[in-house]
């Protein structure tokens, strides 16, 4: 418990400390979040206070890969990867990038963890089982299938971050909840860097969401949740990988995001407006104005990831293995209806005729 503990703490404490600073500076470091009529919020707020899960991240990734010997090369791989993204994430912050660049970015980081996590075994590439002219067909649809997932998830991560709390509070619950699971399923996990290292940077998360719980002092901005999305990914490939989780489990953790985010993104489409841009109509958006607050929708969506899907995930462990997948459908139906019923991806004036009449 101990070799746990100490890095756990060291990066709460580093995580505020830098929030706490981008949050003193942030005028004039020119991280100042002005609103508009896309935002979610009513006054001049500093941002990239995601730096603070950065430094923090970074600190104890090192920290635990130094204390290894020999040391893991594929851990410094991946530190450096998170630290590419971390880095496009804040200029984007302060300068806004275009699309092309950020997403080649994110291919690249994605496209780099898949080679540096190595080839999949049969088990975890089920497409690799469908032979055809004696090659097996899926030995490169499946990590296609698998960097494609990653792109959208550092993207639906990023668009979700758009109220106070939500993605911080997000992140916390997948990674306690994916490490808990180790723990319990195998508990020798408990020592590996990558186990300590999830813990470690939902340690980090939690000092900055004391700066960014409704009302927020300091927003995520791109640095930290690309960043946070990014290892999201790498901590859920490894945990699979090494045998600890599967993916059923991971994609149950994550189901309140994708649902919201996906189902916004296809009504957006089906309406041909132009989804790449900025909007409020996702369905978290929705519920903090019809709710008067960010606070409320944030505590829901704990609730809904504590209460509901946490217990489905815990059946797709060791106990209840061949109930995975129907344990997916059960945590995906309710949530997809729940926010088509909330408005996800309604056209925004439709948003306004019907707060009007709220």
């Known amino acids: 418990m101990v070799e746990w503990v100490l890095p756990a703490i060291v990066a709460v404490v580093v995580s505020w400390t830098v929030t706490a600073w981008v949050c003193s500076q942030a005028e004039h470091l020119r991280l100042v979040d002005a609103p508009n009529h896309r935002s979610s919020h009513v006054q001049p707020t ?104 990653g792109v959208w998830w550092i993207n639906l991560f990023n668009f979700m971050d758009g109220i106070d709390g939500l993605a911080g509070q997000q992140a916390v619950f997948m990674l306690v909840a994916a490490a808990v699971g180790v723990a319990i399923g195998h508990p020798e996990a408990m020592s590996h860097p990558v186990w300590l290292w999830m813990l470690c940077l939902a340690a980090a998360t939690v000092g900055f969401l004391f700066l960014n719980w409704p009302p927020a002092r300091i927003f995520m901005g791109d640095v930290g949740s690309t960043y946070l999305a990014f290892m999201i990914v790498f901590f859920s490939l490894a945990s699979v990988f090494a045998g600890w989780l599967s993916y059923p489990v991971w994609l149950i953790l994550a189901a309140l995001f994708v649902t919201d985010a996906t189902v916004t993104l296809v009504r957006r489409m089906v309406q041909g407006e132009r989804w790449h841009e900025a909007h ?65 991806g309604r056209r925004e004036q439709d948003n306004r005729s019907s707060q009007e009449t709220a």
């Open 280 to 344: 409020r109509t996702h369905a978290y958006q929705r519920l903090a104005r019809r709710l008067g607050g960010h606070r409320p929708v944030t505590f829901l969506a704990a609730g809904i990831n504590i209460f509901w899907l946490a217990p489905l995930a815990w059946v797709c462990l060791d106990y209840r293995p061949a109930w995975e997948w129907w344990m997916v459908g059960l945590a995906y139906a309710p949530l997809v209806s729940g926010v088509v019923f909330a408005g996800a």
């Open 46 to 149: 500093p941002r990239s206070g995601g730096l603070g899960i950065v430094s923090a991240g970074l600190v104890s990734g090192g920290w635990l890969v130094l204390e290894q010997a020999p040391v893991d090369a594929r851990l410094c791989v991946v530190i450096a990867l998170s630290l590419l993204i971390a880095v496009v994430g804040l200029w984007d912050d302060i300068r806004p990038l275009s699309a092309t660049v950020r997403f080649g970015v994110q291919v690249a980081v994605c496209g780099g963890l898949l080679v540096v996590l190595g080839d999949m075994t049969p088990a975890l590439n089920p497409l690799s089982l469908t032979e055809k002219e004696g090659v097996a067909f899926g030995a490169w649809i499946f990590p296609a299938l698998l960097l494609l997932a």
